[in-house]
């Protein structure tokens, strides 16, 4: 996987992630946390980095070459902190939105996303330059069945919390301490229906009614801070 831009590169090395190659433009400097003879440097021209890199990519002048996301395990999730919150993503498929998601999520102290192994997209450079490293920071669990996953979260003892324009509730109506799963869905076909009829409570943010749309990373934002001020997770 090619991830690039400061911040998700310099993020992977602190890890530990395993690196490949870096790559720099050669009308930039080498990072001063750039080791060389440490890590394999390749200096290129913008065209090279163009063809290595999508479309438009703001890539900093830097890249890495690095190992392949590993997803953490479900069964992960068991045995957590009594004042714990994680997300699933139901169909989330833009990259940008799902890097942003990531991390606004890091941010708020939420412990893990999970995501359908065929519904929603998976961790990618434009995925990685949007989380600005906040890939490294949190679990993410792919699943390849979403309504299985609930029920499985349920057993291990969270509330499941779906987000809709429709809800019954308002989201600073809701208790969210204790151990929460917060759903939310693609903008276009929202969440469906079999997360909703395994979900505890639908939920709606307090939005205009005259404008109540928002981006489903905005709306995630919202309700993982909504969610971090109740548990306090600000003071860990």
């Given amino acids: 996987m090619i991830i690039y831009g400061n911040h998700a590169c310099r993020y992977a090395l602190d890890a530990g992630k395993k690196i490949y190659k870096v790559y720099i433009l050669k009308t930039k400097p080498v990072p001063r946390w750039i080791v060389e003879g440490q890590v394999n440097v390749v200096r290129l021209e913008n065209k090279e980095f163009e063809q290595i890199l999508p479309k438009h990519a703001v890539h900093q002048g830097i890249a890495m ?47 893990a996303i999970i995501i359908g192994e065929k519904s929603s997209c998976k961790v990618n450079g434009i995925v990685a330059k949007s989380a600005s490293g906040g890939i490294e920071h949190i679990k993410i669990i792919v699943v390849k069945n979403l309504s299985q996953a609930i ?49 505890d409570f639908i939920v709606k943010l307090p939005t205009c009614p005259s404008f109540p749309t928002l981006n489903v990373s905005a709306s995630s934002a919202i309700a993982f801070y909504e969610t971090a001020k109740q548990n306090n997770f600000f003071i860990r």
């Avoid at 498929?93 to 941010?107: E, F, Q």
């Fill in 65 to 111: 070459e690095v190992e392949d996301e590993h997803y953490a395990d479900i069964t992960e999730l068991e045995h957590t902190p009594r004042n714990c919150a994680i997300a699933i993503l139901d169909g989330v498929t833009d990259p940008h939105n799902m890097g942003a998601i990531i991390r606004s999520a890091v941010a708020f102290g939420i412990m």
């Fill in 151 to 199: 029920k499985k979260i349920k057993d291990f003892g969270f509330w499941v919390i779906s987000f809709c324009e429709r809800g019954d509730k308002y989201l600073h109506e809701m208790d969210l301490s204790g151990k929460t799963c917060l759903i939310f869905g693609s903008e276009g076909d929202g969440i469906r229906r079999l997360q909703k009829e395994n979900s």
